[in-house]
DNA sequence: GTCCTCCTGTGGTCCAACCACACTGTAGGC
DNA sequence: GCCTACAGTGTGGTTGGACCACAGGAGGAC
């Protein structure tokens, strides 16, 4: 076992039994070093890959916010695990837009019409509305947060840090689909029409109903935009 | 920017140019330090987190299966995120078999009943029926290859990652369930018989009832093994 | 031809040093 | 008494150098 995996799993080991916590720091990285009888380049390898994890954060200069803290940021893990591996063409983009469908649509159909996280939705959408000011980027980074919104309504954090891995892997993609677009301002239209619906639909309780519209969003953008179901290269 | 991801950087775009492809070797450390002018320590923080993600494989000597070589196992790299994520209490472990339901009940449902995969279920089915000096460790290896050759005859390779994935984070709970089984012979028996009955769904193309009976097999496993789905904590 | 040895190139590990940064306490001016 | 300026301290960030273990390949000894 390398060096750097003992103090990962050191470190995993105290983060499962508790004695480190979300908000708690780790140990100076030197200290950790001397603790674990190892060098600092080791140490320092296992904190990069936690980093690259979404599981802490390494801030420099003292003070409460800096050293080393846990979060837990499951979604930036998954997503640039999922991007380099589109990048090496082992992964289809046409894969990644089915997986999104999937997990989205089962997300809108069991989502609560209840629950918070549909306020946020709405308010996102008000965002959205306002066609004055709103950048193709703007409008579709509300975009994103909106169905991250949607997806976290289903209250499985599973499900929407994986649907939030997806959309950030081909978010790339996604952007410069837009460029291929007839119409920007047509489809801007369409997508806040369906956003709207899909929300009725949720508070409503129509979870079927919820479920189908959802599909056919993501389907329709993705073939608008040329990205067909059955194109499996990027 | 720091120095790592400039490394990072460099090498995603390497790939994402196909002037890197699976199978093909990284420059070696030196020389890539040398040619980024970045000293070798960050070049290596950067492959150990590509390592990490799955993309590379860092081999020790001399010849064509030494130095750096680029791979591609997505499932690794969701895999340890995610198990990390669980030890945090962010993932709640029913969120986790929640997600691997509607993964593997939509991959069921979706698998073509000739798809080559199928027969490699059917193989390790076979050897699963082998009760004699089978160890409940050796079935459930068997257990697992049998569930990933079964997700990926649906022909996505993001949903079979990640359904890899899931069961590799909770495979650490999955073994120590099986010793709350008051059972474990019936326990087995049943799986085997439930097993069987998927796999023949799935062939004779009736994929609702395959998802269907998925669904039931992981649920079913799971509550008897004391982990319902009430259950939010580890 | 076969075997053995040395050479070369690879990643793995460690050390020592320096930098940039951000807060903290203190000394000084007002 | 208050506020400012500054040195101090601890953090991660980066670098260069050195040495090790390993595995294959080239060459000589037989």
Redesign the interface.
């Known amino acids: 076992m390398r060096t750097?995996q003992l103090v990962l799993a050191w470190i995993?080991d105290q983060?499962?039994a508790g004695r480190l916590?979300?908000g708690g720091r780790l140990p100076a990285e030197r200290t950790l070093a001397e603790q674990l009888k190892v060098s600092r380049?080791s140490v320092?390898?296992a904190i990069?890959?936690?980093e690259?994890?979404?599981?802490v954060r390494a801030g420099v200069g003292s003070g409460p916010d800096a050293g080393t803290v846990?979060i837990?940021d499951?979604t930036a893990?998954?997503g640039?695990?999922?991007?380099?591996?589109v990048?090496?063409?082992?992964?289809?983009v046409a894969?990644?837009v089915?997986?999104r469908v999937?997990?989205e649509s089962?997300a809108a159909g069991k989502a609560r019409p209840d629950a918070p996280e549909l306020d946020e939705a709405a308010a996102l959408l008000a965002g959205m509305d306002q066609a004055e000011g709103l950048s193709v980027g703007d409008f579709l980074a509300l975009d994103v947060r909106f169905h991250f919104a949607l997806a976290s309504a289903a209250g499985?954090?599973?499900?929407s840090?994986?649907m939030g891995s997806?959309r950030e892997a081909i978010q790339g993609y996604a952007a410069e689909l837009t460029s291929n677009l007839p119409d920007w301002d047509a489809t801007a239209s369409r997508l806040r029409a369906e956003h709207h619906a899909i929300l009725d639909a949720v508070r409503k309780g129509d979870g079927g109903r919820a479920a189908g519209l959802v599909a056919a969003h993501i389907e329709g953008y993705y073939q608008e935009a040329g990205l067909g179901a059955g194109s499996r290269e990027p």
Chains 1, 2 share one sequence.
């Open positions: 750097h995993e983060l499962s916590a979300v380049t320092r390898e990069r890959i936690l690259a994890m979404g599981v846990v837990s499951p893990a998954l640039s695990a999922l991007r380099l591996h990048a090496t063409q082992h992964l289809p894969d990644i089915e997986t999937l997990l089962w499985n954090a599973v499900v840090a994986m997806l």
